[in-house]
């Protein structure tokens, strides 16, 4: 299992809204494999090096702040316990007064920025975009769950089950008399297979955030059994009829890989219409400027933004946008995703064509805002 420290909205909104003097902020890719922690380790140091000119370069340092920072990366560098366990992709935010390193899943650009404030949009699109599934294998003798996502295929996460977990579909036929015991049909009765089905989810639910889909390959005597202790709240309700041992890696994939794409179309659909309906309703709007605007209103309820967009710009307290387009301003898009989130509004980072108009963004809105038509 890759080791992934997600965060939630409002440490999001921490580093969002931290400023100092120099923050640095450096993406780079990682590795899970121990043979190449070195290696991302000096990319590590080249990345704080070039931070450390970027720096020298400022004219508006305090004292000491950049020995502060520079510090404060080192001393992650040369943590040995952080650097036991990595994954995809490395965030790292550090300014004199605090260092945070984010080990992600998915694959991020290689980045060094120094400025008066973090730049959160590597993270803000990794944590926020959905699409990525798991799926349960489930048989008499095969309970095995995987992970697929945007750039990786399928990723064994162990299960930690009883070793004796394959004897619940099993049970004495002779009142305790004889040691050795017979299977009553395929997988024992309704009761060995509910309790059998139920340790398997708990190990599910455990390893599998809520918000991600679960794709189950089950045989036709564990299917309903599992469906009926389940508390997933992402189960799909279409499962795989081929045989869940008859499936290999590439069968999983590619399966996986259909039920995330029927899942986002029908997902996108559902959404288009519906923000179709609230458009007409003055309650739904494309364009940049109203966005912005119904941010600073706090009147967005959905925030649904490209992965890619590259827009830059800042946004008064009107909710007006100033320098957009001008290199040294923060990605417009971050700057409009933290007013919706610090109002309690959802945000989702997708791909550009399930957008619309060629808009960067979309907005749902919980009530009707002045704009200009």
Same mark, same amino acid.
């Given at each position: 299992?890759?080791?992934?420290?997600?965060?939630?909205?409002?440490?999001?909104?921490?580093?969002?809204?931290?400023?100092?003097?120099?923050?640095?902020?450096?993406?780079?890719?990682?590795?899970?494999?121990?043979?190449?922690?070195?290696?991302?380790?000096?990319?590590?140091?080249?990345?704080?090096?070039?931070?450390?000119?970027?720096?020298?370069?400022?004219?508006?340092?305090?004292?000491?702040?950049?020995?502060?920072?520079?510090?404060?990366?080192?001393?992650?560098?040369?943590?040995?316990?952080?650097?036991?366990?990595?994954?995809?992709?490395?965030?790292?935010?550090?300014?004199?007064?605090?260092? +945070?390193?984010?080990? #992600?899943? !998915?694959? /991020?650009?290689?980045?060094?920025?120094?400025? @008066?404030?973090? %730049?959160?949009? *590597? &993270?803000?699109?990794?944590?926020?975009?959905?699409?990525?599934?798991?799926?349960?294998?489930?048989?008499?003798?095969?309970?095995?769950?995987?992970?697929?996502?945007?750039?990786?295929?399928?990723?064994?996460?162990?299960?930690?089950?009883?070793?004796?977990?394959?004897?619940?579909?099993?049970?004495?036929?002779?009142?305790?008399?004889?040691?050795?015991?017979?299977?009553?049909?395929?997988?024992?009765?309704?009761?060995?297979?509910?309790?059998?089905?139920?340790?398997?989810?708990?190990?599910?639910?455990?390893?599998?955030?809520?918000?991600?889909?679960?794709?189950?390959?089950?045989?036709?005597?564990?299917?309903?059994?599992?469906?009926?202790?389940?508390? +997933?709240?992402?189960? #799909?309700? !279409?499962? /795989?009829?081929?045989?869940?041992?008859?499936? @290999?890696?590439? %069968?999983?994939? *590619? &399966?996986?890989?259909?039920?995330?794409?029927?899942?986002?179309?029908?997902?996108?659909?559902?959404?288009?219409?519906?923000?179709?309906?609230?458009?007409?309703?003055?309650?739904?709007?494309?364009?940049?400027?109203?966005?912005?605007?119904?941010?600073?209103?706090?009147?967005?309820?959905?925030?649904?933004?490209?992965?890619?967009?590259?827009?830059?710009?800042?946004?008064?307290?009107?909710?007006?946008?100033?320098?957009?387009?001008?290199?040294?301003?923060?990605?417009?898009?971050?700057?409009?995703?933290?007013?919706?989130?610090?109002?309690?509004?959802?945000?989702?980072?997708?791909?550009?064509?399930?957008?619309?108009?060629?808009?960067?963004?979309?907005?749902?809105?919980?009530?009707?805002?002045?704009?200009?038509?």
């Amino acid at each position: 299992m890759l080791p992934a420290d997600i965060p939630d909205d409002a440490q999001v909104l921490d580093l969002m809204d931290h400023r100092a003097v120099p923050s640095v902020t450096i993406a780079l890719a990682s590795s899970p494999l121990p043979q190449d922690h070195e290696r991302v380790r000096l990319a590590l140091r080249d990345a704080i090096d070039d931070a450390r000119r970027r720096i020298a370069q400022r004219d508006d340092l305090p004292h000491g702040a950049a020995q502060a920072v520079e510090a404060r990366l080192m001393s992650l560098l040369q943590d040995d316990d952080f650097w036991a366990h990595q994954s995809r992709s490395l965030v790292v935010f550090a300014s004199p007064g605090r260092v +945070h390193a984010f080990r #992600l899943a !998915d694959r /991020v650009g290689d980045k060094v920025v120094v400025g @008066d404030r973090f %730049d959160t949009s *590597r &993270l803000l699109r990794t944590i926020a975009y959905p699409w990525r599934i798991f799926v349960l294998q489930l048989s008499e003798r095969l309970a095995r769950l995987t992970e697929v996502g945007p750039d990786h295929g399928p990723l064994e996460h162990p299960l930690d089950l009883p070793d004796d977990h394959e004897l619940m579909l099993r049970h004495a036929g002779n009142d305790g008399d004889a040691d050795r015991d017979r299977a009553r049909g395929a997988t024992g009765d309704r009761v060995e297979r509910a309790r059998f089905c139920r340790t398997v989810q708990d190990e599910v639910v455990r390893i599998v955030p809520g918000h991600v889909p679960l794709l189950l390959a089950a045989t036709t005597e564990l299917a309903p059994a599992y469906r009926a202790v389940n508390t +997933h709240p992402e189960l #799909l309700e !279409d499962g /795989v009829e081929a045989h869940p041992e008859s499936l @290999d890696d590439r %069968d999983v994939e *590619r &399966l996986a890989r259909e039920a995330l794409d029927l899942l986002r179309a029908d997902e996108t659909a559902a959404w288009k219409e519906d923000f179709g309906t609230l458009r007409a309703q003055h309650r739904a709007t494309t364009r940049l400027s109203e966005v912005a605007a119904a941010a600073a209103s706090a009147a967005v309820d959905e925030l649904r933004f490209d992965l890619e967009s590259d827009v830059t710009g800042r946004i008064d307290e009107f909710g007006n946008i100033l320098d957009r387009g001008a290199p040294d301003a923060p990605p417009l898009v971050d700057e409009i995703a933290a007013r919706v989130l610090r109002t309690g509004g959802r945000v989702r980072a997708v791909r550009n064509g399930d957008l619309l108009d060629g808009s960067p963004l979309a907005a749902t809105l919980r009530f009707e805002v002045p704009m200009s038509r």
